[in-house]
């Protein structure tokens, strides 16, 4: 006989039968397995062991001729959170138990970066979008808001250019409509300087150049195991983001801004030296239903620097709407 339990969040299907009893569980991306021997004498129970393991699973779906891996967490309004160039999921990693109070959250691997495929080809943009709409698709995801950071904000502005109906709100994050030239020539400059570092010196470096209170990230748990993944992880995977990095610097959508008709929340941090404050100030005076929220004292990565802010800053604009 075949039985499914239903525990909170946890479903479990077994069968059932006379000692023996085993079967699966699943719980967001972990499967357990149990199997449990009883032993009854004159219809008294007398001893019960109990085996129960688990496994994580890798969640994929399948995005024409690619893999893209994601994750999901949370309940609430669907979220689609899209990360930067060279970055992955695990960017997300702070920001992630605020949001997921509120949202259901999707949060992907792009092509070319973390878990997901890394063709080494050409790409663009307009494809990284069609990668997100088709997630939707597999996910079964009609409508959803849609949030990204950095060139994450250059796909989501696409995504809503691209498929308009499917974007219930717009949220884009340390952000512009095309690569500010300047800062990203200043940003080439220090990337060679510190190319070949051993990881422990390119995250000093990273501190004090990008952020603004490096004394206080260098305390949070766990924010040196992740700045370290993150760079290793772009070590491993330099060919894949220099396509990506192309596809961003021939990103330009400032002609098009009008045609966003979503509501759309800016937010922009005022020391960040990616993308000035002048481009927030841009998307807000060009996107017709434009919010622009400034963060002060902090800089591009805000995610890691400031992530209960950046999820309160979320969570009111959706209520909002």
């Known amino acids: ?129 069609q990668d997100m709409i088709g997630l939707l698709d597999e996910l079964g995801i009609e409508r959803c808001i849609v949030a990204g950071h950095s060139l994450g904000g250059f796909i989501s502005q696409q995504v809503t250019l691209d498929a308009p109906k499917r974007v219930r709100a717009l949220i884009l994050i340390c952000t512009a409509p095309r690569v500010d030239v300047e800062a990203a020539m200043a940003q080439v400059q220090v990337s060679q300087q510190l190319h070949g570092l051993p990881p422990e010196q390119v995250i000093e470096k990273q501190l004090e150049l990008y952020y603004e209170n490096p004394g206080e990230l260098r305390s949070t748990p766990g924010m040196i195991e992740t700045l370290k993944k993150d760079i290793n992880q772009s070590q491993e995977n330099l060919v894949s983001h220099g396509y990506a990095q192309g596809a961003a610097v021939a990103f330009n959508v400032e002609g098009r801004l009008d045609e966003i008709q979503a509501p759309t929340l800016i937010i922009q941090c005022a020391q960040d030296k990616t993308f000035p404050l002048r481009w927030g100030e841009y998307l807000r005076d060009h996107i017709p239903n434009a919010t622009l929220r400034v963060i002060n004292k902090t800089s591009h990565s805000i995610q890691m620097e400031q992530p209960e802010k950046l999820a309160q800053a979320i969570a009111e604009f959706c209520k909002s709407i």
């Open 1 to 129: 006989m075949i039985q499914f339990l239903f525990l909170g969040d946890i479903k479990f299907c077994c069968e059932t039968s006379n000692s023996p009893t085993h079967g699966t569980g699943y719980f967001s991306n972990i499967r357990f397995t149990f199997s449990i021997e009883y032993w009854i004498v004159r219809k008294e129970l007398i001893s019960v062991n109990i085996l129960f393991e688990w496994v994580f699973l890798v969640p994929f779906a399948q995005i024409g001729d690619i893999k893209i891996h994601y994750e999901i967490e949370g309940q609430g309004d669907n979220l689609l959170l899209i990360h930067g160039v060279t970055s992955f999921i695990g960017n997300w990693r702070f920001v992630r138990p605020h949001l997921s109070k509120h949202f259901h959250l999707v949060l992907p691997d792009l092509r070319g970066h973390g878990q997901s495929d890394k063709p080494l080809t050409h790409y663009s943009v307009e494809m990284f979008a």
